[in-house]
């Protein structure tokens, strides 16, 4: 009887997303940065932890419930966590480009966290479609940041299963695609990774109705569900290039892609870096993220490999015990490799009802502007 109650009502559950305590720190354009509030006995680590997600996706599935929130996992050992929200591009986002996200936004947060923190560099994470963006940056901009964790990251484009095949085709043309509509409409991002895995929907079904007792899961089930829904349009001019440069032309491991006119070679990182990847990735195979582990020069380098799937892996219970503690456990043991704060920086350990401090004034070219308000995003 629990089971049938349960689904009847399962339209119902609204469970809580993304409410671990925040501020928004910094804004430009659509995308601003949060930065989460620490714990009330104050911060364990100087060095903080800046956390870029996919462009196409919400930041919130760092965040996504209590319990299954890596964002609150950390936080609640002390780290300073920051994340990019890319927010919802508008009509006028059509032109912004690829290396406009990789370069300069990207740039912006990292300068910004560590400016906040009060900082000379940071630990840096890219999941998905982030990492390949944080990727780009470190290569050919790494001066601010300590460490980077390349979460699920694809690089090799040519590995990267049926999306790859899809994309390269004579039949799919991008440069019509982007014509008609400016930004690629979310729906049609999302239908394309629905098809991938064709019976995933039908794996979910059979899923809910086998453990539709378990009010845990379920809750957890409807969280996953409305993140998964709740996708973002991909600007136009970025999409032509990351279609055409990465997945068509292999550009970033054939070391032909450039950033603001700069090559970007994998082989030039020199950063301490942490690869993850999943056995059961269908979106980011494990060959597709691994190549990292073959073309970067650093001599810190750790490769993370865990069963699971590209979310499921990443939001689990299975996780707080797997993959967030050996994250975690990185940072901390390179925290010493990163500069003191300066002075009084170390004493603006916040509670968990504190502000955060908002930066310094910015010049007016910068086409931005900083916000210190409460956020719950």
Not at 227 to 255: K, T
Not at 352 to 368: D, E, F, I, Q
């Amino acid at each position: 009887m629990r089971r049938l109650r349960n689904l009847l009502t399962l339209h119902r559950r609204r469970p809580r997303v993304a409410v671990t305590p925040c501020d928004a720190v910094f804004r430009e354009n659509k995308w601003r940065l949060l930065r989460y509030r620490a714990r009330p006995e104050g911060l364990a680590y100087r060095t903080p932890i800046l956390m870029v997600p996919s462009l196409i996706n919400r930041h919130y599935v760092l965040d996504l419930a209590p319990g299954k929130s890596f964002v609150e996992f950390l936080v609640g050992r002390g780290h300073d966590v920051f994340i990019v929200d890319w927010g919802t591009p508008g009509p006028e986002d059509r032109f912004v480009t690829f290396g406009d996200i990789c370069g300069r936004y990207v740039g912006r947060a990292i300068r910004q966290t560590a400016r906040i923190a009060g900082v000379d560099r940071i630990h840096l994470l890219g999941y998905c479609l982030g990492g390949t963006i944080t990727t780009i940056h470190i290569a050919v901009y790494p001066e601010y940041v300590a460490t980077h964790t390349a979460l699920a990251t694809p690089l090799r484009f040519a590995d990267a299963g049926v999306l790859a095949a899809w994309t390269r085709t004579r039949t799919f043309d991008v440069g019509a695609v982007v014509e008609a509509f400016g930004n690629v409409p979310w729906p049609l991002l999302q239908a394309s990774f629905h098809m991938v895995k064709p019976t995933l929907g039908l794996w979910k079904a059979v899923q809910l109705v086998d453990r539709a007792w378990d009010d845990e899961f379920l809750d957890g089930f409807v969280a996953t569900e409305r993140w998964g829904s709740d996708n973002v349009s991909f600007p136009g001019a970025a999409y032509r290039e990351y279609i055409e440069e990465l997945y068509r032309g292999d550009a970033l491991v054939e070391g032909r892609y450039r950033l603001d006119g700069q090559p970007v070679r994998l082989d030039a990182i020199r950063t301490p870096t942490a690869v993850v990847t999943f056995e059961h990735d269908y979106i980011v195979p494990r060959a597709c993220a691994e190549v990292m582990l073959e073309r970067i020069r650093a001599d810190d380098v750790v490769h993370i490999h865990q069963n699971g799937g590209h979310v499921g892996a990443v939001v689990s219970r299975k996780a707080a015990h797997g993959l967030w503690p050996k994250l975690a456990a990185f940072w901390a043991e390179r925290d010493g490799a990163a500069r003191q704060r300066r002075a009084g920086a170390g004493r603006r350990a916040r509670g968990a009802g504190a502000a955060a401090p908002g930066p310094r004034p910015l010049s007016p070219s910068m086409n931005a502007t900083a916000s210190s308000q409460s956020s719950r995003s």
